[in-house]
Each structure stands twice: as C-alpha cells, then as structure tokens.
C-alpha cells in the first residue's frame, strides 16, 4: 500500500518562505517514471494544480500562479518530493496535499488532472497572513 506523508506546512507572514516534503513508501511502491505533483485546496475553493514533477526524468510543469515563485524537486534517495515556496502571499493559503500519478510517464508531458493521480497524502496546512 502506497503511503505519502506531507509535512512542513505552518503559519508565516507574506514575503516568507515554507518548505514542504512528501515522503513516499510501501512495500512494493516503484516511484519509477511516476509523476509527482503538489496540489492546493484554499478554504470554499476547489482543488488545484500547483505543480509536477517527473520523478526519474526530472522535468517539471508549474501552475501559472506559481511560477517563478515555486520550485519542485525531488531527493531519489530518500524517496521524497519538496515543494520549495518563496515569496508567499495569503492567495497561498490552503491545504496543500502531495500526489502520484496513475500511470507511468515516459515523455515530456506531466498530468495536471486529479483523476490522474492515484494516490493522495492527508495534506498539510499553510497559512499566509498579511
């Protein structure tokens, strides 16, 4: 069973960075050519994309209101996904929860789509204020 557990969220002021990771596990979990991807849920909002990234090929797809302010990356030794923000502002606030793709990626292209991804963390809370 494939676990993600989130964590590194908390509360900072605007103009602050936040670091978050998502450490993936399980028994017989191949990260291999998975995607990996951040998404946000602001509170009364829907669900969005934040941000993927291509776990054994490396490149990454961003959110337009991220960009530039975003980063993803991944450690493959440890299994783990980082979400590096900078600049935050309070439209980031939210839920933001780590999530592996269905399917094997073996392109340049990377989903962005919830029901692409298959499995999803318990989430981590980042507040922004003014």
């Known amino acids: 069973q494939v676990q993600l557990v989130e964590s590194g969220g908390g509360l900072v002021q605007a103009g602050d960075s936040l670091r978050l990771s998502c450490a993936a596990s399980g028994p017989t979990f191949t990260l291999g050519y998975l995607a990996m991807a951040w998404f946000r849920q602001a509170p009364g909002k829907e669900r969005e994309f934040v941000t993927a990234i291509n776990w054994s090929r490396g490149n990454v797809d961003y959110g337009s209101s991220v ?5 993803i990356s991944r450690d493959n030794t ?6 590096q923000m900078d600049n935050l502002g309070p ?3 939210g839920v933001y929860y780590c999530a592996a793709s269905r399917a094997m990626y073996f392109g340049t292209s990377l989903p962005r789509a919830e029901r692409e991804f298959a499995h999803w963390g318990q989430g981590t809370q980042v507040t922004v204020s003014s």
């Open 67 to 71: 960009q530039d302010r975003f980063t």
């Open 78 to 83: 440890e299994n783990t996904v980082y979400l």
């Open 91 to 93: 439209e980031d606030t």
